[in-house]
């Protein structure tokens, strides 16, 4: 059997909210409600240092990575970005992959979304890295802030990390010093 044919499916059903794993045997594993068979995981952070620049050349705000050796392959499944300022401002966010770091930054704190679990995360989040190359540009999202509101972009879908992988975030705004909260979630597989 090939080898995607044989790592594990996770398949669910809207209805029922019961998620479903295939295993190698074909044999069946479930959990109801909104529980995940994988660890899940999801870390926060402000950003209050992105400036006025340029596409490609903004700040570099976060780091994502699935480090070498993990063992297990990262599925980012939201990203959510809020930008929040006391008059009308504008923050583009660009996701890279594969960037060449130098630095990776201080680290962000991460936790189990199955509080009590005991789980702990091999991905990391880092806060303001230094890249050398930002890698291929995969997304960009814009934010707009107004008159003591906050405006937020919501990424709902799935990047997929295999160890050894990083994603770069970078922001540019129309100003100095604008801020932006930033949550990602995900789960990791034992490979």
Not at 10 to 20: A, Q, W
Not at 136 to 162: D, W
């Amino acid at each position: 059997m090939a080898r995607e044919e044989a790592r594990a499916r996770v398949i669910e059903d809207s209805e029922t909210l019961v998620n479903m794993r295939v295993n190698d045997d074909g044999s069946i594993n479930s959990k109801n409600g909104y529980a995940s068979l994988w660890p899940q995981f999801a870390a926060s952070d402000t950003f209050t240092d992105v400036d006025s620049d340029d596409p490609g050349t903004g700040n570099e705000v976060m780091l994502i990575r699935n480090p070498s050796g993990s063992g297990k392959r990262m599925y980012i499944s939201k990203l959510v970005f809020a930008v929040y300022r006391f008059a009308t401002s504008e923050v583009v966010v660009e996701i890279f992959a594969n960037p060449t770091i130098s630095s990776t930054g201080s680290s962000v704190t991460s936790t189990t979304t199955n509080l009590g679990s005991g789980d702990s995360p091999s991905g990391l989040i880092y806060r303001a890295p230094t890249a050398t190359a930002n890698g291929t540009r995969i997304l960009a999202v814009q934010i707009t802030g107004q008159n003591s509101t906050e405006s937020q972009a919501v990424f709902n879908g799935q990047f997929s990390l295999e160890p050894g992988t990083d994603i770069l975030l970078r922001g540019f705004s129309d100003g100095n010093n604008r801020s932006v909260l930033s949550s990602v979630w995900w789960s990791e597989e034992t490979i």
